[in-house]
């Protein structure tokens, strides 16, 4: 296992959702690379970092209030640009 695969499967590594063939060659590549051991104590680091903040619920219409205000700046945008000056 190279480094960008072991890179991709760290979050599922610390998760423990992959199976032990593969939790074997991640841990064996971590145990032999100390730039992705590294790398891996900066992902468990940013997670604790993470679960420190509180999460808040979103509202059932939230994506059709931000497809709204987007759709609203691109008009006022639009409407800028066809302005006179």
Do not use: G
Not at 2 to 21: A, K
Not at 25 to 37: D, F, K, N, P, T
């Amino acid at each position: 296992m190279n480094c960008e695969e072991t890179r991709l499967l760290f979050s599922d590594f610390y998760d423990r959702d992959l199976s032990e063939e593969i939790r074997a060659l991640v841990r064996q590549h971590l145990v032999s690379c100390a730039e992705c051991q590294d790398e891996y104590e900066n992902f468990k680091k940013a997670l604790k970092i993470l679960k420190k903040f509180k999460t808040r619920d979103v509202p059932r219409d939230y994506m059709t209030i931000l497809k709204k205000r987007r759709e609203n700046k691109t008009l006022r945008k639009r409407n800028r640009k066809l302005s006179p000056p």
